[in-house]
């Protein structure tokens, strides 16, 4: 019922646009729309921006500033169509009549299997830039801790990160399987809608002081739960006894780290690639548990790359062990989507379907989070294991963690056989 409710919405605006021109509305998509993303339970404030070049369109929403650009588009007299075909979604709007676009945000094809989900999007035209509007706003910019109970084994709190000018309000979840992306907003009687629409995550939270100088937070899933927490300086939370949050250099391990770290999978041309094959002897090798589907994963792969062009010809092999839905796992058309928005140039294997992931992996220990990363020394065996990816959202933790992974691979190809 749903499908078709957003179907019957999008064929309504294709009508409405025939009568675009004879209003006088600007038929011309370009330019950075105010736009909102409904589903049940959540509504989602993001910016979209729209470039024409003749007959051209191209566009992109946002993470932060991060630019997340569309791999395509089309405009067929008002029918717009923007394509991310690395997140196998697309965004399907009309500009209407009343110069708006309205349309669906989703999965390119439904499958009850998919992890992506319809959204309602409704958009309107940006107004110019407003200076900010001086009023006073309480300062909470900084580090704050709150105490989460995870679904991941022995992850008992979360960091969150916030920075902060005047009443703007930017911030992040850091989590030990990765970061929310860049969520944004500003201060307003007395709270902050912090939103972030890019892509793969659709999130909202609402901020507010809350007594003893903390923060109450509301965060809504999308399927109409709200779950509240409270987070606290770093200090004060220590001083309450309450837990420190997950430590992502020891939150996996492997059960004997004498053993070879063993893998075998097939490329996407469908040859066997393993741990065995001549290419990976004497190298250090990186071996990063994945999936296409994995917001995480989008941010982790351009430095896996990064890394890449730096070691390769030092000796450095990354693979990535990807683990897609059965749809995808059939057809992986995301995947290659992904290799190719990223410039991968490292070894992607496809290894099973998420829940497969400990049968694949028998040797890894809690082994529940995307990604995970294997740090392989030139003699095969587990060196580290690092869990998660902190994103450029997490500032000082992205930085830290480029850091140690640089050093700890300096370390390995430093080491003889």
């Known amino acids: 019922m749903r499908v078709r409710s957003l179907t019957a919405m999008v064929s309504i605006s294709v009508l409405a646009a025939s009568a675009a021109s004879a209003a006088g509305v600007n038929s011309n998509p370009a330019g950075i729309w105010d736009a909102v993303a409904s589903a049940p339970g959540l509504t989602i404030p993001f910016k979209l921006q729209i470039s024409t070049h003749g007959a051209q369109i191209s566009g992109w929403l946002f993470n932060g500033d991060t630019r997340v650009v569309a791999t395509s588009g089309s405009d067929d007299d008002g029918h717009i169509v923007l394509r991310f075909d690395q997140f196998a979604r697309e965004l399907d709007a009309t500009l209407g009549a009343d110069g708006k ?15 992506a989900r ?14 900010d509007d001086g009023q006073p706003a309480p300062s909470i910019a900084g580090l704050w801790l709150i105490p989460a109970q995870s679904r991941k084994k022995n992850e008992k709190a979360w960091r969150l990160i916030v920075r902060q000018s005047h009443s703007a309000v930017s911030a992040a979840i850091l989590r030990v399987d990765g970061d929310t992306g860049t969520l944004t907003g500003r201060w307003k009687s007395g709270q902050v809608l912090l939103s972030n629409f890019s892509g793969t995550r659709a999130e909202l939270i609402e901020l507010a002081p809350a007594a003893g100088g903390t923060l109450s937070l509301r965060v809504y899933d999308g399927r109409g739960n709200i779950t509240e927490y409270t987070a606290y300086r770093p200090a004060d939370a220590a001083a309450k006894g309450l837990p420190g949050a997950a430590d992502a250099a020891h939150h996996t391990t492997v059960r004997d780290a004498s053993e070879i770290f063993r893998f075998s999978a097939t490329d996407l041309d469908g040859h066997v690639v393993s741990n065995a094959d001549p290419r990976f002897s004497g190298k250090v090798v990186l071996v990063d548990v994945a999936g296409s589907w994995c917001p995480n994963c989008h941010d982790e792969a351009p430095f896996l790359q990064t890394l890449y062009r730096r070691y390769h010809k030092r000796g450095l092999e990354i693979v990535t062990l990807d683990f897609e839905e059965p749809d995808q796992l059939h057809n992986p058309t995301r995947l290659r989507a992904f290799i190719k928005a990223y410039h991968i140039a490292y070894t992607v294997l496809l290894a099973g379907t998420p829940d497969q992931v400990n049968a694949a992996i028998p040797q890894a220990v809690d082994l529940d989070a995307w990604p995970t990363t294997f740090f392989i020394g030139r ?26 992974f640089a050093a700890a691979i300096e370390q390995l190809l430093g080491t003889q056989r």
């Open 118 to 131: 319809p959204y309602a999007i409704h958009a309107e035209r940006a107004p110019s830039p407003q200076p």
């Open 101 to 115: 676009l309205d349309g669906t945000y989703g999965p390119l094809t439904l499958s009850t299997k998919s992890r």
């Open 379 to 404: 003699d095969g065996r587990v060196k580290g294991v690092h869990t998660g990816f902190a994103a450029p959202a997490s500032g000082q933790f992205n930085g830290q963690l480029k850091r140690n």
